[in-house]
């Protein structure tokens, strides 16, 4: 169904991350939250699709 991605973060105790550079990262992290949701039964399929619109609606203004 979808494609799982594993990061592993090898880095020191801070974490900085700029959104701009590390878009997919980001993405892949929140789509990871919101199917973890879908397997636990706390979101709907539907609820998971209308999470990632919004998402991308955000993206989309952050990155312009």
Known sequence: MWK???YTYVGDDTL???P???NDFIKNYQKS???A???RN???PEQYQR???ELEC???GYLQ
């Open 4 to 6: 799982r991605n594993e």
């Open 16 to 18: 900085d991350i700029d």
């Open 20 to 22: 701009k550079l590390h």
């Open 33 to 35: 939250i919101f199917l």
């Open 37 to 39: 949701l879908v397997e």
């Open 42 to 44: 706390l979101l709907t």
């Open 51 to 53: 999470c990632l619109e």
């Open 58 to 60: 955000q993206r989309e």
